[in-house]
């Protein structure tokens, strides 16, 4: 056993060794200066405190942190202090060492962000409030000081989400979940392209493997046309690229597996719909660096001789680069083979920028042996506009994350202030959003605004080169139908903080209502019965309960009574479990066998970790939830509530995606094991051109397959063309996908897509 436990050890020695030996290299070959001292000693220091230690993989902890100091100075190009940060992250979380040990030895800065990477232990927020979405939260408050802690913590993701097969299943989906719903957005915003893309794939890989499996599969097969397409594509235009004596390289960039199966979703298509899945880019390297801009005008003009380009997909972000420091050129051109191919034209210089992000941008800066420093001005707006909603003394953790999701994903127009200064603002943003952008006065007291000299509204929607001019009013405040039509993350932080201060004298109203309402009825005045009374109306917690009592739109009464004293249990009877699955049909036998089922609900002795199975059976015992009308054959996955029953989503639910990425620890994993007895309701649209015999074919199809049911079929026709909807009975979603291959071979039939 010692002989076992010592070739064990040697081992385990050399692939450390090894692993930080690599980055050592990687590090020594950066342009940053060389501090290999600081990195050793924070390595060495990492190792102790880590030793014995064990990831779920086998393989020891302290391989964790260096291959996250790995991605830092390879894929990220970030300097010693990072590294020596990254090498660092888990010492404080999962040892005995503090942040001013830390400090101590490596000084301020390193500790720093060594801090801000550190989980908030749990418990601390109470039961209500997110403890994820608060960590997330004080990640943000720490970048908005230095840039490198989020970066870091995107790398340890990153990490995290290559090495996810060890996890259980209801861990995966909880990362996987969050990891979409909050890192690649944010990777996004701060340029990391490559990174993006790579989190994305891996989280749909482990939310959705079979669909991940069939799309990598379909694009092995289809790589051979796409070869050649490509190959056809260019020929002419490395012709011209050579005759303009330029320095190129032509990359073909393929859609990824995530990015396609977004597509075929959002706009209900299959994969041989999608014509956009090959794109290319032309990537130079100029004869002056000034003069990059107009060589990429100067290589548009050449090809557009070759091929037509599409006269609406002209996308310019070299005059003004996106916030995150993007720039190309965008042109579609039409191919001789009938397709329009997407071509991105741009520098090396921007090319590693678009790649590699925030980072690649201290290559080009001066002085490029110095490590740099947190002046980057970059993100400063962005950061600037995280720092003011964080002022807000108490922002709720789910609100805030959704308010910072806003500005992660929104597209940028320019709008000019009356004086001509220019300024960037997300797409689709109002009047009210530029008035609040300026100044939170002059967006509390905004009665209107001149657009372009004319007079709008508040909800005006602003578009790109726009003159804006905001009308104020010191007798105008701030309303609570404004949060409608806002959509930038300071105006509605700024207007909720209003709100939240006008808002808790009615909250205090209905406290007062409510305990008049306990005393009344003899009943103890706990926090427990507010909550209880709150799930019971379902409000989010017991301020928004107590907020509704004050406004009235809640009036207590018997039931509520009821509730308190526990009378209210029949609902989960006989006669309430189907109320919970919305969509089952209501097939009367069914109806008959039914069984009278409670709700189940989760004890302490639960093992979490292992999948529930949701058979003909035991399907009364979950909730179904109407966000997202999960059938049997879908990806689904459980949430336990606050009442401790289990909710089923799927797993690509948007409501979904909020509670993995707050609630992570009460995902369950969830799977059907349904034998097709029972019935659920499924609709499917239709369109096409209108013909004799068109309703009759459909009818056919339809009733040719076993075991389905058409409960309704609606259909308008004008002018030669008709759409309609099928409601159907089915058992799983297979029976949907058989009857829409069915129904697309009827001639005439253009259309045929399932409304979820």
Same mark, same amino acid.
């Given at each position: 056993m010692d002989e076992e436990q010592r070739i064990r050890e040697e081992t385990d020695e050399q692939l450390i060794n090894g692993a930080f030996q690599h980055l050592l290299d990687c590090y020594l070959a950066s342009r940053h200066r060389k501090k290999v001292d600081i990195i050793t000693k924070a390595f060495n220091f990492a190792r102790q405190a880590h030793k014995g230690v064990r990831r779920l993989s086998g393989e020891p902890y302290i391989m964790h942190p260096i291959a996250v100091a790995q991605i830092a100075c390879e894929e990220v190009g970030l300097g010693s202090t990072s590294i #020596?940060?990254?090498?660092? $992250?888990?010492?404080?979380?999962?040892?005995?060492?503090?942040?001013? %040990?830390?400090? &101590?030895?490596?000084?301020?800065?390193?500790?720093?962000?060594?801090?801000?990477?550190?989980?908030?232990?749990?418990? @601390?927020?109470?039961?209500?409030?997110?403890?994820?979405?608060?960590?997330?939260?004080?990640?943000? /408050?720490?970048? !908005?000081?230095?840039?490198?802690?989020?970066?870091?913590?995107? #790398?340890?993701? /990153?990490?995290?989400?290559?090495?996810?097969? !060890?996890?259980?299943?209801?861990?995966?989906?909880?990362?996987?979940?969050?990891?979409?719903?909050?890192?690649?957005p944010l990777s996004n915003r701060l340029g990391l392209y490559k990174i993006k893309s790579e989190l994305e794939n891996l989280s749909f890989q482990y939310e959705h493997p079979d669909e991940y499996k069939s799309i990598k599969a379909k694009l092995a097969s289809t790589e051979a046309s796409r070869r050649?397409?490509? %190959?056809? =594509?260019?020929?002419?235009?490395?012709?011209?690229l050579k005759q303009m004596n330029i320095k190129y390289e032509i990359k073909e960039r393929v859609k990824t597996p995530y990015s396609i199966w977004s597509k075929m979703q959002n706009k209900h298509v299959t994969f041989d719909?999608?014509?956009?899945?090959?794109? *290319?880019?032309?990537?130079?390297?100029?004869?002056?660096?000034?003069?990059? *801009?107009?060589? #990429?005008?100067?290589?548009?003009?050449?090809?557009?001789? @070759?091929?037509?380009?599409?006269?609406?997909? /002209?996308? %310019?972000?070299?005059?003004?680069?996106?916030?995150?420091?993007?720039?190309?050129?965008? *042109?579609?051109?039409? !191919?001789?083979?009938?397709?329009?191919?997407?071509?991105?034209?741009?520098s090396d210089r921007?090319?590693?920028?678009?790649?590699?992000?925030?980072?690649? $941008?201290?290559?080009?800066?001066?002085?490029?042996?110095?490590?740099?420093?947190?002046?980057?001005?970059?993100?400063n707006e962005w950061l600037r506009t995280i720092k003011e909603i964080l002022d807000d003394p108490q922002p709720d953790a789910m609100d805030f994350l959704d308010a910072i999701k806003l500005n992660l994903f929104a597209s940028e127009i320019f709008v000019f202030t009356p004086k001509g200064e220019i300024k960037t603002m997300p797409a689709g943003c109002t009047a009210l959003d530029f008035a609040f952008s300026i100044h939170t006065?002059?967006?509390? $007291? #905004?009665?209107?605004?001149?657009?372009?000299?004319? /007079? *709008?509204?508040?909800?005006?929607?602003?578009?790109?080169? %726009?003159?804006?001019?905001?009308?104020?009013?010191?007798?105008?405040?701030?309303?609570? !139908?404004?949060?409608?039509?806002?959509?930038?993350?300071?105006?509605?932080?700024?207007?909720?903080?209003?709100?939240?201060?006008?808002?808790?004298?009615?909250?205090?109203?209905?406290?007062?209502? =409510?305990?008049? =309402?306990?005393?009344? &009825?003899? @009943?103890? &005045?706990?926090?427990?019965?507010a909550d209880q009374l709150a799930a019971f109306h379902e409000e989010r917690n017991r301020e928004e309960f107590f907020q509704s009592l004050g406004e009235k739109t809640i009036l207590l009464g018997e039931k509520d009574l009821d509730e308190l004293q526990g009378k209210n249990v029949g609902e989960n009877g006989k006669k309430g479990w189907r109320r919970l699955i919305p969509f089952l049909g209501r097939d009367k036998q069914k109806k008959e066998d039914a069984t009278t089922q409670d709700l189940f609900v989760v004890t302490d002795g639960f093992n979490r970790k292992k999948p529930i199975y949701i058979n003909d059976d035991n399907i009364g015992q979950f909730k179904f939830r109407h966000c997202c009308h999960p059938i049997p054959g879908d990806d689904i996955l459980g949430f336990i509530d606050n009442k401790h029953r289990i909710e089923i989503h799927k797993r690509a639910c948007p409501v979904a995606a909020k509670l993995k990425s707050s609630y992570g620890n009460r995902i369950l994993d969830a799977k059907w094991d349904m034998h097709k007895r029972l019935f659920f309701d499924a609709t499917i649209h239709i369109e096409g051109i209108d013909r004799m015999g068109m309703v009759m074919d459909i009818s056919s199809v339809i009733s040719s397959l076993m075991n389905v049911n058409m409960h309704k079929f609606t259909i308008t026709s004008e002018e030669g063309v008709f759409d309609g909807s099928i409601e159907l009975r089915v058992h799983d979603r297979e029976n949907v996908k058989e009857i829409i291959d069915q129904l697309k071979k009827i001639e005439g039939l253009q259309e045929v897509t399932q409304i979820m």
């Open positions: #020596c940060a990254a090498l660092l $992250h888990d010492v404080v979380e999962d040892t005995d060492y503090t942040t001013e %040990d830390l400090e &101590n030895i490596f000084g301020t800065k390193i500790a720093q962000i060594v801090d801000g990477l550190t989980k908030i232990s749990g418990g @601390i927020f109470g039961e209500q409030a997110s403890a994820q979405a608060e960590n997330f939260k004080k990640l943000l /408050l720490t970048m !908005s000081d230095d840039i490198r802690v989020i970066l870091i913590k995107i #790398c340890d993701r /990153l990490h995290n989400m290559r090495t996810l097969e !060890s996890q259980p299943a209801n861990k995966q989906y909880k990362i996987a979940g969050e990891t979409l719903y909050i890192y690649a050649e397409l490509f %190959d056809q =594509f260019t020929a002419p235009i490395e012709e011209a719909e999608i014509y956009d899945i090959l794109a *290319v880019r032309i990537i130079f390297t100029p004869n002056k660096r000034e003069e990059e *801009v107009n060589e #990429c005008f100067n290589i548009y003009v050449a090809i557009s001789k @070759i091929y037509k380009s599409h006269p609406d997909r /002209l996308r %310019d972000w070299l005059s003004h680069p996106k916030a995150n420091g993007y720039q190309a050129l965008h *042109v579609t051109l039409m !191919s001789k083979q009938g397709r329009w191919i997407e071509v991105q034209i741009r921007m090319n590693e920028i678009a790649e590699q992000g925030f980072a690649a $941008h201290w290559k080009y800066k001066d002085g490029m042996e110095k490590e740099f420093t947190e002046d980057e001005t970059e993100l006065f002059l967006g509390s $007291h #905004c009665i209107g605004a001149k657009v372009n000299h004319k /007079l *709008v509204p508040l909800s005006h929607k602003l578009n790109s080169g %726009d003159q804006v001019e905001i009308l104020t009013s010191k007798s105008q405040h701030v309303q609570a !139908s404004w949060i409608n039509f806002v959509s930038t993350a300071k105006a509605k932080a700024k207007i909720q903080a209003i709100l939240r201060r006008d808002g808790r004298e009615i909250q205090k109203r209905g406290e007062e209502i =409510f305990e008049e =309402f306990l005393k009344k &009825n003899d @009943i103890e &005045n706990t926090l427990a019965a």
